[in-house]
Protein backbone atom coordinates (compact mmCIF):
# COMPACT_ATOMS: atom_id res chain seq x y z
CA UNK A 1 0.00 0.00 0.00
CA UNK A 2 1.22 3.56 -0.90
CA UNK A 3 1.30 6.06 1.91
CA UNK A 4 0.92 9.65 1.46
CA UNK A 5 1.45 12.61 4.03
CA UNK A 6 -0.03 12.62 7.18
CA UNK A 7 -2.85 14.67 6.70
CA UNK A 8 -3.88 12.39 4.09
CA UNK A 9 -5.03 10.15 7.54
CA UNK A 10 -6.41 13.19 9.13
CA UNK A 11 -9.44 14.90 10.14
CA UNK A 12 -9.67 18.67 11.26
CA UNK A 13 -12.64 19.79 13.21
CA UNK A 14 -13.20 23.35 13.65
CA UNK A 15 -13.58 25.32 16.26
CA UNK A 16 -15.45 28.98 16.28
CA UNK A 17 -14.28 30.25 20.10
CA UNK A 18 -17.44 32.48 20.04
CA UNK A 19 -20.31 29.57 20.05
CA UNK A 20 -18.34 26.72 21.27
CA UNK A 21 -18.38 26.54 24.57
CA UNK A 22 -18.39 29.44 27.65
CA UNK A 23 -15.89 28.92 30.96
CA UNK A 24 -16.48 32.45 32.20
CA UNK A 25 -20.13 32.93 32.24
CA UNK A 26 -20.23 36.04 29.84
CA UNK A 27 -22.41 34.52 27.45
CA UNK A 28 -19.22 34.11 24.58
CA UNK A 29 -17.13 30.99 24.08
CA UNK A 30 -13.49 31.15 24.94
CA UNK A 31 -10.24 29.25 25.33
CA UNK A 32 -11.45 27.62 28.41
CA UNK A 33 -13.98 26.28 27.55
CA UNK A 34 -12.24 24.61 24.52
CA UNK A 35 -9.95 23.10 27.12
CA UNK A 36 -12.31 21.88 28.71
CA UNK A 37 -14.02 19.98 25.48
CA UNK A 38 -10.49 18.41 24.69
CA UNK A 39 -11.76 15.04 25.99
CA UNK A 40 -14.85 14.77 23.73
CA UNK A 41 -12.60 15.90 20.81
CA UNK A 42 -10.27 13.39 21.20
CA UNK A 43 -12.55 10.59 22.01
CA UNK A 44 -14.67 11.75 18.24
CA UNK A 45 -10.91 10.93 17.00
CA UNK A 46 -10.01 13.94 15.30
CA UNK A 47 -6.51 14.97 14.85
CA UNK A 48 -6.35 18.78 14.15
CA UNK A 49 -8.27 21.72 15.58
CA UNK A 50 -8.82 24.74 13.01
CA UNK A 51 -9.17 27.14 15.45
CA UNK A 52 -11.64 30.37 14.01
CA UNK A 53 -9.54 33.60 14.86
CA UNK A 54 -9.14 34.50 18.76
CA UNK A 55 -6.75 37.37 18.13
CA UNK A 56 -7.62 40.88 19.03
CA UNK A 57 -9.93 42.29 17.55
CA UNK A 58 -13.08 44.79 17.35
CA UNK A 59 -15.52 41.85 16.45
CA UNK A 60 -16.88 43.46 13.67
CA UNK A 61 -16.64 40.18 11.60
CA UNK A 62 -16.55 37.51 14.70
CA UNK A 63 -12.49 38.01 14.84
CA UNK A 64 -12.02 38.33 11.14
CA UNK A 65 -11.33 41.48 11.66
CA UNK A 66 -7.90 41.46 13.35
CA UNK A 67 -6.79 45.07 15.73
CA UNK A 68 -3.69 42.96 17.41
CA UNK A 69 -2.39 39.76 15.42
CA UNK A 70 0.24 38.57 18.47
CA UNK A 71 -2.39 39.30 21.06
CA UNK A 72 -5.60 37.27 22.67
CA UNK A 73 -8.75 39.25 22.73
CA UNK A 74 -9.46 39.30 26.31
CA UNK A 75 -13.12 38.14 25.29
CA UNK A 76 -11.31 34.53 24.43
CA UNK A 77 -9.17 34.91 27.60
CA UNK A 78 -5.10 35.05 27.94
CA UNK A 79 -1.97 33.75 26.40
CA UNK A 80 -1.63 31.28 29.82
CA UNK A 81 -5.43 29.74 28.46
CA UNK A 82 -3.59 29.40 24.79
CA UNK A 83 -0.53 27.36 25.94
CA UNK A 84 -2.59 25.32 27.86
CA UNK A 85 -4.61 24.83 24.71
CA UNK A 86 -1.40 24.00 23.03
CA UNK A 87 -0.31 21.37 25.60
CA UNK A 88 -3.69 19.76 26.02
CA UNK A 89 -3.76 19.14 22.49
CA UNK A 90 -0.42 17.44 21.52
CA UNK A 91 -0.61 15.89 24.98
CA UNK A 92 -3.43 14.02 23.07
CA UNK A 93 -1.76 13.70 20.03
CA UNK A 94 -3.93 16.67 18.49
CA UNK A 95 -2.64 19.46 16.53
CA UNK A 96 -3.45 23.26 16.44
CA UNK A 97 -4.12 25.13 13.19
CA UNK A 98 -4.82 29.01 13.89
CA UNK A 99 -6.77 30.79 11.34
CA UNK A 100 -4.79 33.27 9.19
CA UNK A 101 -6.58 36.67 7.95
CA UNK A 102 -4.12 38.77 5.92
CA UNK A 103 -5.59 40.06 2.75
CA UNK A 104 -6.95 42.63 5.44
CA UNK A 105 -6.62 43.66 9.45
CA UNK A 106 -9.50 45.64 10.98
CA UNK A 107 -9.65 49.60 10.26
CA UNK A 108 -8.63 49.70 14.66
CA UNK A 109 -5.07 47.35 13.82
CA UNK A 110 -2.13 50.50 14.74
CA UNK A 111 -0.73 49.72 10.82
CA UNK A 112 -3.93 50.88 9.18
CA UNK A 113 -3.83 53.82 12.02
CA UNK A 114 -0.65 55.01 10.49
CA UNK A 115 -1.63 54.50 7.17
CA UNK A 116 -4.86 56.46 7.31
CA UNK A 117 -3.28 59.74 9.63
CA UNK A 118 -2.17 61.07 6.42
CA UNK A 119 -1.27 60.97 2.90
CA UNK A 120 3.03 60.93 3.63
CA UNK A 121 2.50 58.37 6.08
CA UNK A 122 4.78 55.87 5.56
CA UNK A 123 2.87 53.02 6.22
CA UNK A 124 0.34 54.44 3.17
CA UNK A 125 1.10 52.28 1.12
CA UNK A 126 0.06 49.20 3.61
CA UNK A 127 -3.13 49.13 2.34
CA UNK A 128 -5.07 50.50 -1.13
CA UNK A 129 -5.29 54.08 -1.10
CA UNK A 130 -6.96 55.54 -4.34
CA UNK A 131 -7.61 59.35 -5.65
CA UNK A 132 -12.09 59.81 -6.44
CA UNK A 133 -13.00 58.55 -9.84
CA UNK A 134 -11.27 61.01 -12.26
CA UNK A 135 -14.22 63.74 -12.54
CA UNK A 136 -16.01 63.00 -9.66
CA UNK A 137 -15.32 64.78 -6.29
CA UNK A 138 -14.47 63.07 -3.02
CA UNK A 139 -18.04 61.61 -1.42
CA UNK A 140 -19.98 62.00 -4.91
CA UNK A 141 -21.53 59.17 -5.87
CA UNK A 142 -20.16 57.25 -8.57
CA UNK A 143 -17.01 58.37 -7.29
CA UNK A 144 -15.54 55.18 -6.21
CA UNK A 145 -12.36 54.32 -7.90
CA UNK A 146 -13.75 51.04 -9.05
CA UNK A 147 -17.14 49.57 -9.35
CA UNK A 148 -16.78 46.88 -7.32
CA UNK A 149 -19.66 45.19 -4.58
CA UNK A 150 -18.50 44.10 -1.57
CA UNK A 151 -18.68 40.44 -0.09
CA UNK A 152 -21.01 42.64 2.73
CA UNK A 153 -23.05 44.80 0.53
CA UNK A 154 -22.19 48.15 -0.59
CA UNK A 155 -19.25 48.99 -2.29
CA UNK A 156 -15.59 48.25 -1.53
CA UNK A 157 -14.24 51.42 -1.16
CA UNK A 158 -14.84 54.25 1.97
CA UNK A 159 -13.88 57.81 1.70
CA UNK A 160 -11.51 59.16 4.34
CA UNK A 161 -12.56 62.53 4.01
CA UNK A 162 -9.41 64.04 5.80
CA UNK A 163 -7.42 63.24 2.65
CA UNK A 164 -10.23 62.82 -0.01
CA UNK A 165 -8.82 59.33 -0.79
CA UNK A 166 -10.84 55.91 -0.58
CA UNK A 167 -9.72 53.23 0.94
CA UNK A 168 -10.04 49.37 -0.37
CA UNK A 169 -12.34 46.72 1.29
CA UNK A 170 -13.49 43.60 -0.25
CA UNK A 171 -15.51 42.88 2.64
CA UNK A 172 -16.37 45.23 5.42
CA UNK A 173 -15.40 49.19 5.29
CA UNK A 174 -14.15 47.89 8.91
CA UNK A 175 -11.86 45.06 7.04
CA UNK A 176 -9.47 47.24 5.13
CA UNK A 177 -7.40 44.89 2.40
CA UNK A 178 -3.57 44.57 2.73
CA UNK A 179 -1.49 45.60 -0.01
CA UNK A 180 0.63 43.05 -0.68
CA UNK A 181 2.32 44.16 -3.39
CA UNK A 182 4.43 45.88 -0.25
CA UNK A 183 7.27 43.74 0.32
CA UNK A 184 7.18 45.69 4.41
CA UNK A 185 3.39 44.10 4.32
CA UNK A 186 5.10 40.44 3.15
CA UNK A 187 7.54 40.52 5.52
CA UNK A 188 5.84 41.48 8.72
CA UNK A 189 3.43 39.02 7.95
CA UNK A 190 5.86 36.28 7.63
CA UNK A 191 7.41 37.76 10.82
CA UNK A 192 3.62 37.21 12.85
CA UNK A 193 3.20 33.57 11.09
CA UNK A 194 7.27 32.52 12.38
CA UNK A 195 5.89 34.15 15.75
CA UNK A 196 3.41 31.69 15.74
CA UNK A 197 4.63 28.67 14.49
CA UNK A 198 7.33 29.31 17.40
CA UNK A 199 4.94 29.15 19.97
CA UNK A 200 3.32 25.72 18.83
CA UNK A 201 1.74 26.42 16.49
CA UNK A 202 1.21 24.20 13.55
CA UNK A 203 0.16 25.41 10.74
CA UNK A 204 -2.65 27.73 9.22
CA UNK A 205 -6.04 27.75 7.69
CA UNK A 206 -5.62 30.98 5.34
CA UNK A 207 -8.46 33.19 5.27
CA UNK A 208 -9.25 34.33 1.37
CA UNK A 209 -5.71 33.78 0.85
CA UNK A 210 -6.11 33.67 -3.44
CA UNK A 211 -7.55 37.72 -2.72
CA UNK A 212 -3.54 38.58 -2.15
CA UNK A 213 -2.89 39.76 -5.76
CA UNK A 214 -5.47 42.20 -7.36
CA UNK A 215 -4.53 42.69 -11.43
CA UNK A 216 -3.23 45.70 -11.48
CA UNK A 217 -4.37 48.99 -12.84
CA UNK A 218 -7.79 48.10 -10.80
CA UNK A 219 -10.27 48.42 -13.10
CA UNK A 220 -14.29 48.22 -13.05
CA UNK A 221 -16.06 44.92 -13.22
CA UNK A 222 -18.82 43.51 -15.04
CA UNK A 223 -22.36 44.72 -13.05
CA UNK A 224 -24.51 41.21 -12.89
CA UNK A 225 -28.23 41.49 -13.70
CA UNK A 226 -30.04 42.94 -10.57
CA UNK A 227 -26.65 43.86 -9.07
CA UNK A 228 -25.95 47.48 -7.67
CA UNK A 229 -22.33 47.05 -7.75
CA UNK A 230 -19.81 45.46 -10.22
CA UNK A 231 -18.08 42.34 -9.60
CA UNK A 232 -13.96 42.28 -9.15
CA UNK A 233 -13.84 39.17 -8.55
CA UNK A 234 -11.95 38.27 -11.91
CA UNK A 235 -9.02 40.58 -10.92
CA UNK A 236 -8.57 40.04 -6.91
CA UNK A 237 -9.21 35.73 -7.27
CA UNK A 238 -5.88 34.46 -8.24
CA UNK A 239 -4.47 37.11 -9.55
CA UNK A 240 -1.34 37.27 -11.25
CA UNK A 241 1.41 36.89 -8.47
CA UNK A 242 -0.03 34.80 -6.00
CA UNK A 243 1.67 31.85 -6.76
CA UNK A 244 4.78 34.01 -6.04
CA UNK A 245 3.02 35.21 -3.32
CA UNK A 246 2.37 31.65 -1.30
CA UNK A 247 5.93 30.71 -2.53
CA UNK A 248 7.70 33.50 -0.99
CA UNK A 249 6.14 32.97 1.80
CA UNK A 250 6.17 29.13 2.04
CA UNK A 251 10.16 29.60 1.75
CA UNK A 252 9.78 32.42 4.01
CA UNK A 253 7.71 30.64 6.83
CA UNK A 254 7.73 26.46 6.83
CA UNK A 255 11.09 25.91 4.55
CA UNK A 256 13.53 23.91 6.73
CA UNK A 257 11.22 23.65 9.37
CA UNK A 258 11.00 19.61 10.77
CA UNK A 259 7.64 19.88 12.23
CA UNK A 260 5.03 17.92 10.38
CA UNK A 261 3.01 21.40 10.11
CA UNK A 262 -0.37 21.64 7.70
CA UNK A 263 -1.10 24.83 5.41
CA UNK A 264 -5.03 24.59 4.34
CA UNK A 265 -5.73 27.95 1.61
CA UNK A 266 -9.16 29.03 1.89
CA UNK A 267 -9.85 30.24 -1.92
CA UNK A 268 -13.09 31.80 -2.90
CA UNK A 269 -13.19 31.46 -6.69
CA UNK A 270 -10.32 28.94 -7.30
CA UNK A 271 -10.66 26.46 -10.22
CA UNK A 272 -9.75 22.69 -10.06
CA UNK A 273 -6.19 23.56 -12.70
CA UNK A 274 -5.32 26.42 -10.14
CA UNK A 275 -5.89 24.17 -7.38
CA UNK A 276 -3.41 21.63 -9.68
CA UNK A 277 -0.98 23.97 -9.37
CA UNK A 278 -1.27 25.32 -5.58
CA UNK A 279 -1.40 22.24 -3.94
CA UNK A 280 1.25 20.55 -6.19
CA UNK A 281 4.01 19.61 -3.65
CA UNK A 282 6.68 20.22 -6.24
CA UNK A 283 5.74 23.85 -6.03
CA UNK A 284 5.42 23.98 -2.07
CA UNK A 285 2.77 26.84 -1.60
CA UNK A 286 0.41 24.85 0.18
CA UNK A 287 -0.80 21.53 0.89
CA UNK A 288 -4.45 21.87 0.03
CA UNK A 289 -7.47 24.39 -1.03
CA UNK A 290 -10.86 25.11 0.30
CA UNK A 291 -12.96 25.52 -2.90
CA UNK A 292 -16.31 26.50 -3.35
CA UNK A 293 -17.97 25.60 -6.27
CA UNK A 294 -20.27 22.99 -4.24
CA UNK A 295 -21.40 25.27 -1.73
CA UNK A 296 -22.64 27.52 -5.14
CA UNK A 297 -24.72 25.01 -6.91
CA UNK A 298 -27.92 25.61 -4.97
CA UNK A 299 -27.78 29.66 -5.94
CA UNK A 300 -29.05 30.91 -8.71
CA UNK A 301 -27.62 34.38 -10.74
CA UNK A 302 -28.47 36.27 -8.28
CA UNK A 303 -25.68 34.58 -5.51
CA UNK A 304 -26.61 33.37 -2.29
CA UNK A 305 -29.66 34.06 -1.20
CA UNK A 306 -30.93 33.39 -4.63
CA UNK A 307 -31.98 30.08 -3.58
CA UNK A 308 -32.57 27.54 -6.24
CA UNK A 309 -32.10 23.99 -4.32
CA UNK A 310 -29.58 21.32 -5.26
CA UNK A 311 -29.54 18.62 -7.91
CA UNK A 312 -27.78 15.65 -6.92
CA UNK A 313 -26.35 15.66 -10.35
CA UNK A 314 -24.63 18.61 -10.16
CA UNK A 315 -22.70 17.52 -7.02
CA UNK A 316 -22.00 14.41 -8.41
CA UNK A 317 -20.23 16.24 -11.60
CA UNK A 318 -18.73 18.67 -9.35
CA UNK A 319 -17.23 16.26 -6.79
CA UNK A 320 -15.97 13.87 -9.64
CA UNK A 321 -14.38 16.75 -11.47
CA UNK A 322 -12.38 18.28 -7.99
CA UNK A 323 -11.63 14.36 -7.18
CA UNK A 324 -10.28 13.51 -10.75
CA UNK A 325 -8.33 16.82 -11.20
CA UNK A 326 -6.31 16.13 -8.15
CA UNK A 327 -6.18 12.41 -8.13
CA UNK A 328 -2.25 12.57 -9.91
CA UNK A 329 -1.18 15.63 -7.59
CA UNK A 330 -2.41 18.13 -5.03
CA UNK A 331 -5.16 17.17 -2.62
CA UNK A 332 -8.85 18.15 -1.73
CA UNK A 333 -10.43 19.44 1.71
CA UNK A 334 -13.55 17.57 1.89
CA UNK A 335 -16.35 19.86 3.84
CA UNK A 336 -19.97 20.51 3.78
CA UNK A 337 -20.39 22.54 7.17
CA UNK A 338 -18.46 25.53 8.27
CA UNK A 339 -18.78 28.97 10.00
CA UNK A 340 -20.00 30.36 6.93
CA UNK A 341 -22.55 27.95 5.89
CA UNK A 342 -25.94 26.62 6.58
CA UNK A 343 -26.37 23.66 8.57
CA UNK A 344 -25.58 20.71 6.06
CA UNK A 345 -28.65 18.36 7.62
CA UNK A 346 -30.88 21.00 7.12
CA UNK A 347 -29.37 22.49 3.61
CA UNK A 348 -29.10 19.21 1.85
CA UNK A 349 -30.67 16.61 3.52
CA UNK A 350 -33.66 16.43 6.17
CA UNK A 351 -33.33 17.99 9.21
CA UNK A 352 -37.12 17.05 10.58
CA UNK A 353 -37.98 12.99 11.42
CA UNK A 354 -34.93 11.43 9.79
CA UNK A 355 -32.23 14.08 11.16
CA UNK A 356 -30.06 10.63 11.95
CA UNK A 357 -30.46 9.05 8.35
CA UNK A 358 -29.71 12.23 6.16
CA UNK A 359 -26.68 13.45 8.93
CA UNK A 360 -24.97 10.24 8.79
CA UNK A 361 -25.72 9.92 5.21
CA UNK A 362 -24.10 12.97 4.24
CA UNK A 363 -21.63 12.57 6.57
CA UNK A 364 -20.62 8.65 4.98
CA UNK A 365 -20.55 10.63 1.36
CA UNK A 366 -17.99 13.89 2.43
CA UNK A 367 -15.69 11.57 4.58
CA UNK A 368 -15.60 8.58 2.17
CA UNK A 369 -14.19 10.85 -0.59
CA UNK A 370 -10.76 11.55 -1.14
CA UNK A 371 -9.10 14.20 0.79
CA UNK A 372 -8.79 15.26 4.54
CA UNK A 373 -12.24 15.72 5.78
CA UNK A 374 -13.53 18.72 8.41
CA UNK A 375 -15.68 18.01 11.00
CA UNK A 376 -17.78 22.04 11.86
CA UNK A 377 -18.58 22.28 15.55
CA UNK A 378 -22.09 20.67 16.08
CA UNK A 379 -21.80 18.93 12.49
CA UNK A 380 -21.00 15.86 14.70
CA UNK A 381 -24.35 16.35 16.61
CA UNK A 382 -26.95 17.04 13.64
CA UNK A 383 -26.95 20.45 14.76
CA UNK A 384 -29.44 22.00 12.31
CA UNK A 385 -30.63 25.47 10.79
CA UNK A 386 -32.60 27.87 13.43
CA UNK A 387 -36.28 29.11 13.24
CA UNK A 388 -34.91 32.60 12.75
CA UNK A 389 -38.52 35.00 13.30
CA UNK A 390 -36.93 38.48 13.17
CA UNK A 391 -33.91 40.35 11.74
CA UNK A 392 -33.69 41.07 15.67
CA UNK A 393 -32.47 37.72 15.76
CA UNK A 394 -29.34 37.92 13.44
CA UNK A 395 -25.61 39.03 14.77
CA UNK A 396 -23.59 38.21 11.43
CA UNK A 397 -22.84 41.57 9.45
CA UNK A 398 -22.84 39.48 5.77
CA UNK A 399 -26.80 38.98 7.06
CA UNK A 400 -27.76 42.19 8.51
CA UNK A 401 -26.10 44.12 5.42
CA UNK A 402 -27.86 42.27 2.97
CA UNK A 403 -31.06 42.88 5.08
CA UNK A 404 -31.04 46.64 4.85
CA UNK A 405 -29.80 46.48 1.40
CA UNK A 406 -32.09 44.33 0.13
CA UNK A 407 -35.15 45.82 1.76
CA UNK A 408 -34.12 49.99 1.64
CA UNK A 409 -32.23 50.01 -1.51
CA UNK A 410 -33.45 47.18 -3.83
CA UNK A 411 -37.22 47.58 -2.14
CA UNK A 412 -37.42 43.67 -1.91
CA UNK A 413 -40.19 42.50 0.59
CA UNK A 414 -38.72 42.10 4.53
CA UNK A 415 -40.57 38.86 4.85
CA UNK A 416 -38.87 37.61 1.39
CA UNK A 417 -35.52 38.68 2.60
CA UNK A 418 -36.03 36.91 5.91
CA UNK A 419 -36.59 33.62 4.40
CA UNK A 420 -33.67 34.07 2.39
CA UNK A 421 -31.92 34.76 5.61
CA UNK A 422 -33.18 31.95 7.22
CA UNK A 423 -32.38 29.24 5.01
CA UNK A 424 -28.56 30.63 4.18
CA UNK A 425 -27.37 33.13 7.17
CA UNK A 426 -23.84 32.30 8.48
CA UNK A 427 -25.39 32.46 11.91
CA UNK A 428 -27.26 29.20 11.36
CA UNK A 429 -23.73 28.28 11.98
CA UNK A 430 -22.92 30.05 14.47
CA UNK A 431 -25.93 29.53 17.59
CA UNK A 432 -24.08 28.11 20.53
CA UNK A 433 -22.92 24.37 20.08
CA UNK A 434 -25.47 22.58 22.14
CA UNK A 435 -23.89 20.27 24.57
CA UNK A 436 -26.82 19.50 26.96
CA UNK A 437 -30.97 19.96 27.35
CA UNK A 438 -30.07 22.16 30.29
CA UNK A 439 -30.06 25.99 30.49
CA UNK A 440 -28.84 27.30 27.44
CA UNK A 441 -28.07 24.09 26.47
CA UNK A 442 -24.77 23.90 28.87
CA UNK A 443 -23.35 26.31 26.15
CA UNK A 444 -23.16 29.03 29.29
CA UNK A 445 -24.18 30.09 32.84
CA UNK A 446 -25.04 34.14 31.45
CA UNK A 447 -26.70 34.95 28.43
CA UNK A 448 -25.70 33.72 25.31
CA UNK A 449 -24.06 36.50 22.07
CA UNK A 450 -27.21 35.25 20.37
CA UNK A 451 -29.45 32.51 20.97
CA UNK A 452 -29.50 28.73 21.04
CA UNK A 453 -31.51 26.89 18.67
CA UNK A 454 -34.53 26.12 20.55
CA UNK A 455 -34.53 22.82 19.39
CA UNK A 456 -31.61 21.93 21.79
CA UNK A 457 -34.10 20.03 24.03
CA UNK A 458 -34.10 16.96 21.45
CA UNK A 459 -30.75 18.12 19.37
CA UNK A 460 -27.73 17.74 22.10
CA UNK A 461 -24.30 16.43 22.98
CA UNK A 462 -25.60 14.39 26.00
CA UNK A 463 -28.12 12.89 24.66
CA UNK A 464 -27.20 12.18 21.02
CA UNK A 465 -24.40 10.56 22.58
CA UNK A 466 -26.21 8.09 24.89
CA UNK A 467 -28.35 7.20 21.99
CA UNK A 468 -28.41 3.81 20.53
CA UNK A 469 -29.06 6.33 16.77
CA UNK A 470 -25.85 8.54 17.52
CA UNK A 471 -24.73 10.86 14.95
CA UNK A 472 -21.40 11.43 16.95
CA UNK A 473 -20.83 7.91 17.20
CA UNK A 474 -21.31 7.41 13.21
CA UNK A 475 -18.94 10.23 12.85
CA UNK A 476 -16.55 8.33 15.35
CA UNK A 477 -16.50 5.35 13.70
CA UNK A 478 -16.24 7.27 10.33
CA UNK A 479 -13.02 8.50 11.26
CA UNK A 480 -11.49 5.54 13.02
CA UNK A 481 -12.03 4.07 9.26
CA UNK A 482 -10.24 6.36 7.37
CA UNK A 483 -7.31 6.50 9.94
CA UNK A 484 -7.02 2.40 9.19
CA UNK A 485 -8.00 2.31 5.61
CA UNK A 486 -5.35 3.31 2.77
CA UNK A 487 -8.36 2.46 0.54
CA UNK A 488 -10.23 5.82 2.10
CA UNK A 489 -7.37 7.68 2.84
CA UNK A 490 -5.39 7.11 -0.87
CA UNK A 491 -7.89 4.82 -3.14
CA UNK A 492 -9.03 6.16 -6.62
CA UNK A 493 -12.16 7.74 -7.05
CA UNK A 494 -14.30 6.58 -9.54
CA UNK A 495 -17.75 8.21 -10.40
CA UNK A 496 -21.23 5.28 -10.64
CA UNK A 497 -24.78 6.09 -12.32
CA UNK A 498 -23.63 9.60 -12.72
CA UNK A 499 -26.82 10.39 -14.34
CA UNK A 500 -29.02 8.69 -11.47
CA UNK A 501 -30.86 12.02 -10.03
CA UNK A 502 -31.13 10.72 -5.96
CA UNK A 503 -28.27 7.66 -5.86
CA UNK A 504 -24.66 9.15 -5.00
CA UNK A 505 -22.88 5.35 -5.99
CA UNK A 506 -18.57 5.52 -6.44
CA UNK A 507 -16.05 3.65 -5.49
CA UNK A 508 -12.60 3.91 -4.40
CA UNK A 509 -9.96 1.43 -5.56
CA UNK A 510 -6.36 0.79 -4.41
CA UNK A 511 -3.93 -2.01 -4.46
CA UNK A 512 -6.90 -4.24 -5.84
CA UNK A 513 -9.39 -3.23 -2.80
CA UNK A 514 -12.56 -1.92 -4.12
CA UNK A 515 -14.82 0.18 -1.35
CA UNK A 516 -18.47 0.87 -2.92
CA UNK A 517 -20.34 3.39 -1.43
CA UNK A 518 -24.06 4.24 -2.29
CA UNK A 519 -25.99 6.87 -0.74
CA UNK A 520 -29.66 7.42 -1.34
CA UNK A 521 -30.40 10.70 -0.88
CA UNK A 522 -34.20 10.58 -2.02
CA UNK A 523 -36.71 10.47 0.50
CA UNK A 524 -38.06 6.75 -0.79
CA UNK A 525 -36.59 3.57 -0.86
CA UNK A 526 -34.83 3.06 -3.95
CA UNK A 527 -33.59 -0.78 -5.69
CA UNK A 528 -29.97 -0.86 -6.74
CA UNK A 529 -29.61 -0.47 -10.35
CA UNK A 530 -27.77 -4.09 -12.00
CA UNK A 531 -24.33 -4.53 -11.87
CA UNK A 532 -23.18 -2.53 -8.43
CA UNK A 533 -22.07 -5.72 -6.99
CA UNK A 534 -18.33 -6.57 -5.62
CA UNK A 535 -16.44 -5.57 -2.62
CA UNK A 536 -18.82 -3.43 -0.97
CA UNK A 537 -19.78 -0.44 1.69
CA UNK A 538 -23.62 -0.28 1.58
CA UNK A 539 -25.09 2.94 2.24
CA UNK A 540 -28.19 0.64 3.00
CA UNK A 541 -31.63 2.50 1.43
CA UNK A 542 -33.74 2.41 4.64
CA UNK A 543 -35.45 5.28 3.11
CA UNK A 544 -38.91 5.58 4.65
CA UNK A 545 -42.45 6.62 3.32
CA UNK A 546 -41.38 10.46 4.58
CA UNK A 547 -42.45 13.06 2.42
CA UNK A 548 -41.59 12.14 -1.20
CA UNK A 549 -38.23 12.91 -1.90
CA UNK A 550 -37.19 14.98 -4.82
CA UNK A 551 -34.28 14.77 -7.07
CA UNK A 552 -33.44 17.91 -5.98
CA UNK A 553 -32.99 17.27 -2.05
CA UNK A 554 -34.21 20.79 -0.19
CA UNK A 555 -34.50 20.92 2.78
CA UNK A 556 -37.44 19.38 4.43
CA UNK A 557 -37.26 16.50 2.30
CA UNK A 558 -34.74 14.65 0.68
CA UNK A 559 -32.22 12.08 2.71
CA UNK A 560 -33.50 9.89 4.88
CA UNK A 561 -30.77 6.66 3.32
CA UNK A 562 -29.78 5.62 6.38
CA UNK A 563 -25.66 4.85 6.52
CA UNK A 564 -24.31 1.83 7.54
CA UNK A 565 -20.72 1.68 7.40
CA UNK A 566 -19.00 -1.00 6.84
CA UNK A 567 -16.18 -2.74 4.57
CA UNK A 568 -16.40 -6.10 2.74
CA UNK A 569 -13.66 -7.37 1.09
O1 LIG B 1 -14.80 33.92 4.03
C1 LIG B 1 -14.54 34.30 2.69
C2 LIG B 1 -15.74 34.15 1.90
O2 LIG B 1 -15.67 33.94 0.73
C3 LIG B 1 -17.02 34.24 2.61
O3 LIG B 1 -17.24 35.64 2.80
C4 LIG B 1 -18.08 33.65 1.78
O4 LIG B 1 -17.92 34.06 0.45
C5 LIG B 1 -19.37 34.15 2.26
O5 LIG B 1 -19.33 34.14 3.66
C6 LIG B 1 -20.42 33.23 1.73
O6 LIG B 1 -21.64 33.74 2.14
C7 LIG B 1 -13.73 34.20 4.90
C8 LIG B 1 -14.17 33.80 6.30
O7 LIG B 1 -14.42 32.39 6.31
C9 LIG B 1 -15.42 34.58 6.63
O8 LIG B 1 -15.95 34.18 7.89
C10 LIG B 1 -15.03 36.05 6.69
O9 LIG B 1 -16.21 36.80 6.91
C11 LIG B 1 -14.39 36.50 5.37
O10 LIG B 1 -13.42 35.59 4.87
C12 LIG B 1 -13.66 37.82 5.58
O11 LIG B 1 -12.56 37.59 6.43
Sequence with gaps: ETSGPWWTRAVVYQVYPRSFADADGDGIG??????????????LGVDILWLSPIYASPQKDNGYDISDYQRIDPVFGTFADFDA??????????????????NHTSNEHPW????????????????WWRDPRKGFAPGEPGAEPTNWGSFFSGPTWTLDPASGQYYLHLFAREQPDLNWENPEVRAAVYDMMTWWLDRGVDGFRMDVVNFLSKTLPLADGAVPPGHLWGDGGPQFMSGPRIHEF?????????????????????????????????TNPARAEVDMVFQFEHVSLDQGPGGKWDYRGLDL????????????????????S???????????????????????????????????HRGTPYIYQGEELGMTNV??????????????NWYDEATMKLGRDPQEVLAALRR???????????????????????????????????????????????????????????????????????LEQADHPVLYAFTRTLDGAVLRVLGNVSGEPLGLPPGLGGGTLLLGNYGAPGDAGTARGTAGQGATGRASVMEQD
Design 30 to 43: DLAGILGKLDYLAE
Design 85 to 102: LVEGLHARGMKLVMDLVV
Design 112 to 127: FLESASSPQSPKRDWY
Design 246 to 278: LAEMHREVFAGRQAELITVAEMPGVTVEEARLF
Design 313 to 332: RDLKTSWNRWQKGLAETGWN
Design 334 to 368: LYLDNHDQPRLVSRFGDDGAYRYESATLWAALLHL
Design 387 to 400: PFTSIEDFRDIESL
Design 424 to 494: MSRDNARTPVQWTGGANAGFTTGTPWIAVNPNYPTVNAELDRSSPRSVYRFYQRLIALRHGSAVVQLGRFG
